[in-house]
């Protein structure tokens, strides 16, 4: 990642939760990969509240993907999806929704955001969650329907000097968190 190098951890993130067979690809006619939802199921801890499954920040050598961790720890901190909805014991978290860029435009995002939906239902989950870092991601889950539940200004995430880690250009000013009962 950074360099042009791997990140391991990355890697390790998107690959930790694909046994839990709720992650999707969209292929092209002639099979090759055009989209790809990323998710896995978080259930509700006895007990306080604990982060999101994603490696500490302070272990992660990586800079780049350590603020990323950092960003979605504190979104998920702030959004609290389980307090918000005590009835709600397990929700599927988008992780990482992608299109190409070819192919952006004709939908596939949409029918992988649909597709989602009946994976979590047919696994007996009553929610999706979706961290949206993106500005386009946020308005594509509105308009399929989830509910808006928190707003993090780029701007409010700083470093230790105080200073705004991430330097976002219009549109993408907030991470926005959205769910969508299944």
């Known amino acids: 990642m950074e360099g042009g190098g791997r990140c391991t951890e990355l890697e390790d993130y998107c690959t930790e939760s694909l046994d839990e067979a709720n992650s999707l690809v969209a292929l092209s006619d002639s099979g090759e990969v055009v989209g790809i939802l990323l998710s896995g199921t978080k259930r509700r801890k006895e007990g306080p509240a604990e982060p999101e499954e994603l490696p500490p920040p302070e272990g992660i050598p990586n800079t780049k993907f350590r603020h990323i961790v950092r960003l979605l720890d504190e979104a998920d901190a702030q959004a609290d999806v389980f307090g918000r909805f005590p ?3 397990a ?4 992780k990482i929704l992608s299109v190409h860029p070819d192919y952006r435009g004709r939908g596939i995002a949409k029918q992988l955001i649909d597709q989602s939906r009946e994976v979590t239902r047919s696994q007996g989950v009553p929610m999706v969650r979706c961290v949206c870092t993106s500005y ?7 308009r399929l329907g989830f509910e808006h539940v928190h707003t993090m200004p780029y701007k409010s995430f700083v470093d230790e000097a105080g200073t705004p880690v991430f330097q976002t250009e219009p549109p993408h000013d907030n991470v926005e968190t959205y769910v969508a009962r299944v």
Do not use: G, Q
């Not at 929700?91 to 988008?94: F, L, N, R, S, T």
């Not at 386009?136 to 509105?142: E, G």
């Open 91 to 94: 929700y599927v978290d988008i």
């Open 136 to 142: 386009y991601t946020h308005k594509a889950v509105a």
């Open 87 to 89: 009835n709600v014991d």
